[in-house]
């Protein structure tokens, strides 16, 4: 277990250092030069090239990597170039917000996903079978802006139940992650049944029954236990997409969470807030995806003595 553990946990290490390579090159090669915006209108040429040495911009790039890494690793983001405070101050806010969206969202696609799928596997052909596949494959076909719009329309104007945004209270979080899940929700459910199904035609789940073991525990202990390896991988990889769809969900419902602050830092040429928003959410996806393969030992005892 400790070898298999080591090796996922060096798998995510390099993962991350690939990240951040890529995260640095990516914002390189984008066209702009943040020193434009920070300067005045009017400065000097001589200005500009003051202002390229004090941030190190006057360095080879791999001279400006080592640089940015090491401060990176130290928890210094840099300072932003906008709004001229350091990045961990407005970063970390944003990114809490955030993660509570996606939270919220994935337990919803969870809880809503895997009852629907298990109850349409055990009623296999009937009318509730049919209806949840079609509001399954209905909820990750809509796009969640759309969903969004809607959502506000419904609830927010007609209805005035909840708030359509500016805010980031529990009641303003509710219509962002309802919109943010429902298309992870229609993917479990129908990855959920499909697995249900496979399973509960298995012998050992016919030899349970044989031996009388009441329908709910062969459900829930043999067959459910069994059908969520697949689940749990759609789930870490769901959790990566809600992260990086949050972005325009934010922009509809006005949610103050990262996706807001990457989409500014783009449009201010902000570099420094850019690399961080994106290198945040990276490393988020990656170490959610190594929880993931930790949560695969306790799903089969294979994995846990692998070799």
């Known amino acids: 277990m400790l070898r298999y553990l080591y090796k996922?946990?060096?798998?995510?290490?390099?993962?991350?250092l690939v990240a951040t390579i890529l995260v640095f090159l990516l914002l390189q090669a984008v066209p702009g030069d943040p020193i434009r915006v920070m300067a005045s209108p009017v400065a000097?040429?001589?200005?500009?090239?003051?202002?390229?040495?004090?941030?190190?911009?006057d360095q080879p790039v791999p001279v400006q990597y080592v640089r940015w890494i090491t401060r990176v690793?130290?928890?210094?983001?840099?300072?932003?170039?906008?709004m001229r405070v350091p990045v961990s101050d407005v970063l970390w806010p944003r990114y809490v917000n955030t993660f509570r969206l996606?939270?919220?969202?994935?337990?919803?696609?969870?809880?809503?996903?895997?009852?629907i799928g298990v109850i349409a596997s055990i009623t296999r052909g009937s009318a509730f079978d049919t209806v949840s596949m079609v509001v399954a494959v209905s909820g990750f076909s809509i796009p969640p802006f759309w969903l969004g719009l809607i959502l506000i329309l419904i609830?927010?104007?007609?209805?005035g139940w909840l708030p359509a945004g500016n805010g980031d209270s529990w009641r303003h979080?509710?219509?962002?992650?309802?919109?943010?899940?429902i298309a992870s929700m229609g993917l479990i459910a129908r990855l959920t049944r499909s697995t249900m199904l496979e399973v509960l035609g298995t012998n050992y789940i016919r030899t349970a029954r044989a031996k009388?073991?009441?329908e709910r525990r062969i459900l829930m202990l043999h067959a459910l236990k069994n059908a969520s390896i697949p689940v749990v991988t759609i789930v870490g990889m769901q959790f990566g997409v809600l992260m990086s769809g949050a972005v325009v969900t934010e922009i509809i419902f006005t949610w103050p969470g990262i996706g807001w602050l990457l989409v500014n830092g783009i449009l201010n040429r902000d570099f420094p807030v850019v690399q961080a928003s994106?290198?945040?959410?990276?490393?988020?996806?990656?170490?959610?995806n190594l929880l993931v393969d930790v949560v695969y030992m306790f799903l089969d005892p294979r994995i846990r003595y692998e070799r």
């Open 8 to 16: 996922r946990s060096l798998h995510a290490a390099l993962a991350i």
């Open 102 to 115: 996606t939270i919220l969202s994935m337990c919803i696609a969870i809880v809503a996903g895997v009852a």
């Open 155 to 159: 609830f927010a104007v007609h209805l």
């Open 278 to 288: 994106l290198l945040i959410v990276s490393v988020t996806f990656i170490l959610v």
């Open 73 to 82: 690793a130290r928890g210094d983001f840099g300072q932003s170039v906008r």
């Open 44 to 57: 000097k040429q001589e200005d500009i090239e003051r202002l390229r040495r004090k941030w190190g911009l």
């Open 173 to 181: 979080i509710i219509l962002p992650a309802i919109s943010l899940g």
């Open 212 to 214: 009388g073991l009441r």
